[in-house]
């Protein structure tokens, strides 16, 4: 079992749809991470949140759009998207943002943009 | 920056046999270093890590890493390989000295088993 959750397993959205993905972990850890994998690579960082701050923007779209309400969620807004970020959208969380601080991955969310 | 490479896309090992994946880095360092793997249809689990001290590392599900500077690796193995280990496996990379920077995960090697 994963200690972070998140929801939906599944999406499937069109090009003008605005969606959101939601990522939960309640380890008291401070800072907290979206993934984007594509099928057989590794996972490329989007975003980090540290102490509910962005810390890491790796040039990614505007079209994604994080949200850190509070230490224990983590959100992703989607709207606008292209068929090309079809993937599977990782969240991650960890004790500290330090880079020694080990990830701990949630089961992903299945995106598909049609 | 520090990058690692894992030289091998594909693996297959029958269930019983030994196991050794390859992991290959570049830092002018001694970097923070990992071991993830992913099973189909879900996140990545940390296997092991290795900071300082003790270069034979002890993992979970019995893999162990060692580390060797003077060959700038650090190979996971297994002595004895499960059919519920095939899985994607993920060498990553950090450096200590570099504040603000994020992990660099290798490309990744594919663990088939046999029967």
């Known amino acids: 079992d994963t200690e972070v959750t998140q929801t939906p397993k599944h999406l499937v959205m069109g090009m003008t749809n605005k969606k959101s993905l939601k990522c939960e972990q309640h380890?008291?850890?401070?800072?907290m991470y979206w993934y984007k994998q594509k099928a057989k690579k590794p996972p490329e960082l989007m975003f980090v949140y540290s102490y509910e701050k962005l810390s890491i923007n790796e040039s990614v779209p505007s079209r994604f759009s994080p949200e850190c309400p509070n230490s224990s969620l983590l959100n992703l807004h989607l709207h606008a998207l292209q068929p090309e970020d079809s993937a599977l959208y990782l969240c991650?969380?960890?004790?500290?943002?330090?880079?020694?601080?080990?990830?701990?991955f949630g089961n992903g969310t299945r995106l598909t943009v049609t | 920056a520090q990058s690692v490479t894992q030289p091998d896309i594909h693996i297959t090992v029958s269930e019983g046999a030994s196991l050794e994946l390859r992991c290959n880095y570049s830092y002018g360092a001694t970097p923070y270093l990992f071991w993830y793997v992913q099973s189909p249809g879900q996140g990545l689990q940390l296997l092991l890590k290795?900071?300082?001290?003790?270069?034979l590392v002890q993992g979970i599900k019995g893999f162990e890493a060692e580390f060797k500077r003077s060959q700038s690796s650090f190979n996971l193995r297994k002595p004895s390989v499960h059919w519920s280990d095939a899985a994607e496996y993920f060498c990553a990379v950090g450096a200590p000295d570099q504040a603000g920077t994020a992990l660099i995960f290798g490309k990744g090697t594919t663990l088939s088993v046999s029967s």
């Open positions: 380890m008291g850890h401070r800072a």
């Open positions: 991650a969380s960890s004790q500290e943002g330090a880079i020694n601080s080990p990830l701990h």
């Open positions: 290795y900071f300082s001290g003790d270069t």
